[in-house]
């Protein structure tokens, strides 16, 4: 397998303190605070809230679950990052590759278990999400648009799981839509970004099967659409002016100010800053939702 094509290099965090940092590096924190505050939003937007236990189990099972994915990605893609990321915990040897396979496991385990408060469709999705996500790692990621779409899916399931543990599941399929559009533009930017130790893998993602061109084209339609889909909770008097105020000057010319970066500067910094700005213009998209 991937993971096993070259031994680790000798772990270089040997203190306890070393190995929790690392550990936390591995799981990357605030995807994890973006996940739990997805549903907390889906929730709160399907209010009244029958249960706020619920809830709670619910931002608690998606961290989990979250971090479980973060670190079943990292755990397949050692080789892979050893040439894009180096000093990511496991290609830099600080945390081995075993110690992250039981991480994992852990992680998604809670995430279960935190569901089984919730009810029974919730442990559906939630057992569901961990097939999904173990096969986007392990298989998936490594191919043209459906890896990308799986990933983007799984993102967006966070918002129904919140809307569902509020008590009210389809209040939660807008902002489910935003968050599958954005991510699965983001997705394709990561691509881009990923090239060289993707073609080291053979991996056949879109920049490599179609050309980058190709990649910067699905990203554009995907954005355009998105813009244009902002409009449609506002027309249809779902949400209110202050939503349509933030997410037109806070996401919407973000999203346009990202394309021309896109298609003007192709280096690999400029894409690895582009990710950097859409990450935070994700949180402007979820006070935007809120605000709705």
């Not at 965090?13 to 907390?40: D, F, M, Q, Y």
């Not at 991480?103 to 919730?118: D, E, H, M, P, Q």
């Not at 449609?232 to 021309?260: C, E, S």
Request: charged share 15%; proline share 4%; net charge positive.
């Amino acid at each position: 397998m991937i993971r096993e094509a070259m031994p680790n290099p000798p772990q270089t965090s040997g203190t306890i303190a070393g190995k929790i940092r690392a550990a936390l590096e591995l799981v990357r924190p605030h995807n994890c605070l973006i996940s739990g505050l997805s549903i907390w939003i889906a929730a709160w937007l399907a209010r009244p809230i029958h249960s706020y236990a619920s809830v709670v189990f619910a931002i608690l099972s998606g961290m989990f679950l979250t971090a479980g994915a973060n670190v079943i990605n990292d755990w397949y893609d050692i080789e892979i990052d050893r040439i894009n990321r180096p000093k990511r915990p496991l290609p830099s040897g600080r945390l081995s590759a075993p110690f992250a396979l039981r991480f994992a496991i852990i992680l998604f385990v809670c995430g279960v278990i935190f569901s089984i408060f919730i009810g029974k469709i919730a442990v559906i999705i939630a057992i569901t999400s961990v097939f999904f996500l173990v096969s986007y790692s392990a298989y998936f990621k490594r191919t043209a648009v459906w890896g990308n779409a799986v990933v983007s899916f799984m993102t967006a399931l966070a918002f129904v799981y919140g809307a569902l543990a509020a008590g009210q599941w389809k209040d939660g399929l807008i902002p489910a839509t935003f968050a599958f559009l954005f991510h699965f533009g983001r997705e394709i930017i990561k691509d881009l970004d990923d090239v060289a130790g993707d073609a080291a893998m053979s991996a056949r993602t879109l920049p490599i099967r179609y050309g980058a061109r190709a990649a910067y084209l699905w990203v554009t339609v995907i954005y355009g659409l998105l813009i244009l889909m902002t409009f449609v909770p506002y027309a249809a008097k779902m949400y209110g002016k202050m939503y349509l105020a933030v997410v037109v000057v806070g996401v919407d010319t973000v999203l346009i100010a990202v394309l021309i970066a896109l298609w003007r500067q192709k280096d690999a910094l400029n894409l690895r800053r582009i990710n950097a700005i859409l990450k935070l213009d994700m949180l402007i998209g979820l006070l935007a939702i809120s605000l709705g």
